[in-house]
Every structure is written in structure tokens, then in C-alpha cells.
């Protein structure tokens, strides 16, 4: 009859054992990694699900604000006293002139006092060589603006136009902007960047996070918080080369979290930039406490099934 030493059928039920013990603390880890990856996941689709709220939000205060700019920039167009000045300013006396201009400053002024956004209104006036504006009153016909606002009417559809660091409503016009037949009155609102960034900067809700908004064809119009030139460039990288709608992308070996929101009427996006070391802040702490308790749970398991295994091998 075959005898087996006892010291090998030992060292084989240990090992045996042993190979149990791990498949049943593989669910466990397994698990383990499997809850940490679906509440990364879910957090991170919640933060993105707010930010795009508050993104829309952003877009639909900024729409009315510029609608109610809009409409008092055509009002301004109506006004019987801007028009005699444009177009009676010969037959008038010189005290015509100046009650005329007083008139249209302080209604200038009026407007831009309802508004934060908007820093100056200026009418530029050619058939007389004038331009009234709310900061520089009455003044010499400013024909290099007046150029500036022309050019960009004529190469955009866009109703937030930047020239050079100056944002401004698309200017409205009376006469039909020809080389040969220029416009006699073209009233322009300049918009107050610092002001318009300082709003936009309260949409950035997460340390090192990044907020900017830009236009149709791609031109960064409004920034605020932590290295926007570079958030910027990353965005437009990752716009010009991915094909999905993911909103993680990778640049320069680095993970990142995009959202964004677009509006039509506005033809404007507003994108928040927010890196991935930031999105995992929440999960710190649950991963120390999960990953912390597991590690006591198998370490209590390891040591009482050491135990039960040294016992059982051991028996007499």
C-alpha cells in the first residue's frame, strides 16, 4: 500500500488552503475596485450634470443682457434730437447745438448707468466731424474708430465683436455701409470686460478650475481663473481633433475635465476647464477609509484563517 509522508499531505492541504483563502478574498478586492471606479464615475457625472446647469444658466442671464443693451442701442437710433444734430447741425445755432448734444450725453449716460456691463456708448457722427461718447462728451470725429467698427460689421455676423482688447456690440447703422455712401450715424457699445469676467469668474466653483467663453470661429472673447491662455489652447486642441463628446480629454500626458455650454442666439460657448486631480478631491477621502477598512478586514481574515489552517494542519 502507497504511503504518503505526512509532512508532504500537509504542505499540500496548506497550500490547497491557501489557494482557497485567495479565491475568496479576490470578490472582496475585486469589489473593492469596482465601488471606487463607480463612485469616481458617478461623481464625476455629477459635477459635469451642475456645471452645464450653471453654464446654461450663465448663457441665458448673458442673452438677456445683451438683448435689453441691444434694444437701447436702437432706441438711441430713434432719437429725433440725434437725428436733427446729424442732419441739421448747419441750420443750427449754437445754442441749438449744445442743448441738442447735452441731450443725447445725458440720455448716453442714463443708459449706461442701468447697465454694469456696458463701459461706453459713443456715436460717431461723419456728415458733421463729430463723436459723442458718455466718457469724452462732445469731440473731434474719431474716423480711426469709426473705420475699426465698420470693418468688423462687415467681416462678422457675430453679435459680440473684438477688436483688438475691446469687446463691443455689433454697432448699429443708419444708411447702407457702402465705400462710396458711408453710414452718417453709427452708435457702438463698448462692453466692460473686467466687469463681464468678474461674473463670468464666479463659475468657477473648484481650486485651479478655468472659465472662458468664445465665439463661433473660435476666438477666446472672455477669460477668468487659474492659467486660462493654457486652457484655452487645450480646449481648442481638443476641439479641432476629437470625434466624441467625451468630456475627458488627455494633453501633454495629463487628464483634464472639459464642460461647456453653447448658444445659438448668442453664437458663443462658455467652457469650464477643470483638472482631473481636482475631480478626485471627494474621492480622497473615501478612498482612504475604503481602502483603509478593507486593508483591517483582510488582515483580520489572513490572521484567523492562518489560524484555523495552523490548527488543522497541526491536529493531531
Do not use: C
Not at 45 to 68: A, D, F, H, P
Amino acid at each position: 500500500m502507497l504511503k504518503i509522508p505526512v509532512n508532504s499531505l500537509r504542505k499540500t492541504i496548506f497550500a490547497r488552503l491557501l489557494i482557497m483563502f485567495f479565491i475568496l478574498i479576490l470578490p472582496i478586492i475585486v469589489f473593492g475596485i469596482y465601488l471606487y471606479n463607480w463612485t469616481y464615475q458617478n461623481t464625476s457625472q455629477e459635477i459635469s450634470k451642475n456645471t452645464v446647469v450653471q453654464l446654461t444658466s450663465y448663457l441665458g442671464n448673458l442673452n438677456r443682457e445683451i438683448e435689453w443693451i441691444e434694444i437701447q442701442q436702437f432706441d438711441i437710433l430713434q432719437e429725433t434730437e440725434l437725428r436733427k444734430i446729424a442732419y441739421t447741425w448747419d441750420m443750427m445755432d449754437n445754442i441749438e447745438r449744445k442743448d441738442s448734444v447735452n441731450y443725447i450725453i445725458h440720455r448716453l449716460t442714463s443708459i449706461k448707468n442701468t447697465n454694469i456691463y456696458i463701459k461706453d456708448i459713443s456715436i460717431h457722427l461723419p456728415s458733421i466731424d463729430k463723436t459723442i461718447s458718455v466718457m469724452n462728451a462732445a469731440q473731434d470725429f474719431n474716423k480711426l474708430e469709426y473705420e475699426k467698427i465698420r470693418t468688423s460689421k462687415s467681416q462678422t455676423g457675430l453679435r459680440l465683436i473684438q477688436t483688438e482688447d475691446t469687446l463691443s456690440l455689433s454697432a448699429s447703422i443708419i444708411g447702407n455701409d457702402l465705400q462710396e455712401h458711408p453710414p452718417q450715424i453709427v452708435v457702438h457699445i463698448e462692453l466692460d470686460k473686467q466687469k463681464m469676467s468678474e461674473d463670468l469668474n464666479t463659475l468657477n466653483m473648484y481650486p485651479n478650475s478655468s472659465t472662458f467663453l468664445v465665439s463661433d470661429d473660435k476666438e477666446l472673447l472672455l477669460e477668468s481663473g487659474e492659467k486660462t491662455s493654457n486652457a484655452f489652447n487645450i480646449y481648442y486642441h481638443t476641439m479641432r481633433s476629437k470625434e466624441n463628446n467625451d468630456n475627458v480629454t488627455f494633453f501633454e500626458d495629463k487628464r483634464f475635465h472639459i464642460n461647456s455650454a453653447y448658444s445659438k442666439d448668442l453664437k458663443l460657448s462658455v467652457v469650464t476647464f477643470i483638472p482631473e486631480d481636482i475631480v478626485k478631491l471627494p474621492l480622497k477621502k473615501f478612498s482612504r477609509w475604503a481602502w483603509g477598512g478593507f486593508a483591517i478586514t483582510s488582515l483580520v481574515v489572513i490572521i484567523l484563517y492562518s489560524y484555523l489552517i495552523y490548527r488543522m494542519v497541526h491536529k493531531p
